[in-house]
């Protein structure tokens, strides 16, 4: 697979994909399961299900994990590079010129517009993974209780203790092995050396920091280490660093916060804002953004060479596929908050993620057109009031 194509793929996602994590995953699916086959449905449920385990990004890890299976190693930085470089361009500039800049009516009713069209992909990808990855009726009800759970104690706590009992629930459900998978991309000998960098950096740079770019990369390496999920969790991480609370004012940071949920991609691109916006240089930027990914990407670099081998034990396959189950509720729970609750506000907000769909399912419009609709769909409402 050549690797200009992935970079180019998750580019043109990069440049659409609002709406957060969740609707990350609804994107993908649409594109790589549904219209390019380049994962199976079963496949991409599990390699959710594995992002969601381990620390990070949880669907930047995502892309990365689709973009290894197309071209090894080069390919996850492929896959990386496209889906982050518009919204890291984008909380670059805000950084360095648009801290104290609020957003104008326009541009909020835009915005709306596209929260509606992630209502309506979240909704379609959640439909998809419960056919595909709950085949029974045990694995079912793995995945309602698993959003119930959520809806009713939201937080990460509940999710690791959800992940974590459909765990233990599949590890007593042996599962027949996942088929096996040949792969030119098989590095297992170097796992041991992404992990050993991973946990290397985790402890030493505390001991190094002795001010400037190195105390930046430190503070964001290790908020990006120690957060499950992604997106909105890493918020407080960021917002508790020393580095950043005596950086910054309040309002600076919250400014920062409302803009990344205002472009598309990932929501960890906030940390290139703050980055700009600390030293007040390009250079701090691109620190902060590639502190706070690499964690994430140096285990998924450690677990994806043995993943086919450990995939074959009966055990972790029972156990993965609870995990996927339980997965698919995160999803189902992400699709009512933030993804519902944020976007549809009225009755008319409602029909319009209804005409979103249709467009996308009935008239069968590409997504790309349809990301230039939602946003006039959302002045359209604004105009009449009826938002």
């Known amino acids: 697979m050549p690797i200009v194509r992935i970079f180019i793929e998750f580019l043109k996602l990069g440049c659409m994909s609002f709406g957060g994590p969740a609707a990350h995953m609804g994107y993908f699916h649409r594109r790589f399961v549904d219209e390019i086959c380049w994962v199976e449905a079963r496949d991409y ?8 385990f381990l620390p990070g990004p949880a669907s930047s890890q995502l892309g990365m994990a689709i973009g290894y299976r197309q071209a090894g190693v080069t390919g996850s930085l492929a896959a990386f590079f496209g889906f982050t470089l518009p919204s ?25 517009g596209l ?37 009713l104690w939201p937080g990460m706590v509940s999710q690791l203790a959800a992940i974590t009992l459909a765990a233990v629930i599949g590890t007593s459900r042996s599962s027949e092995p996942m088929p096996q998978r040949t792969s030119s991309h098989g590095i297992s000998g170097f796992g041991s050396l992404f992990l050993i ?12 920091d002795t001010g400037g770019l190195l105390s930046v990369f430190d503070a964001f390496y290790r908020a990006g280490a120690l957060v499950f999920g992604g997106g909105h969790v890493v918020l407080p991480l960021l917002d508790a660093q020393p580095l950043i609370r005596d950086g910054m004012s309040e309002n600076t940071f919250l400014a920062g916060y409302s803009l990344a949920q205002a472009v598309p991609g990932p929501m960890f691109s906030f940390a290139a804002y703050l980055g700009s916006a600390l030293q007040g240089s390009l250079l701090s930027g691109l620190v ?14 450690a677990v994806l060479p043995i993943w086919a081998r450990l995939r074959q034990n009966p055990r972790l396959a029972g156990a993965l ?36 769909w249709a467009l996308l399912h009935v008239l069968r419009l590409p997504l790309w057109a349809v990301v230039i609709i939602a946003p006039l769909a959302g002045l359209a409402l604004a105009g009449l009031g009826v938002a």
């Open 197 to 208: 960098v991973f946990a290397g950096l985790l402890l030493i740079l505390p001991w190094l």
């Open 288 to 301: 902060a953004l590639s502190a706070i990914f690499l964690p994430g990407w140096l285990l998924l670099m």
């Open 88 to 112: 890291a361009l984008l909380m670059l500039t805000a950084g360095l010129w648009l801290a104290h800049t609020e957003m104008n009516d326009a541009t909020t009713a835009a915005l709306h």
């Open 321 to 356: 596929a609870w995990v996927v189950a339980a997965t698919v509720g995160l999803l189902l729970a992400a699709l009512y908050a933030p993804v519902f609750v944020s976007a549809v506000t009225s009755p008319a907000s409602m029909a319009t993620v209804v005409f979103l």
């Open 115 to 151: 929260k509606l069209l992630a209502v309506a992909v979240v909704a379609d990808a959640v439909a998809k993974l419960y056919t595909s990855a709950c085949p029974d009726r045990p694995r079912q009800g793995m995945a309602l209780l698993t959003a119930a759970t959520i809806w």
């Open 45 to 52: 449920a599990e390699l959710m299900a594995l992002c969601q």
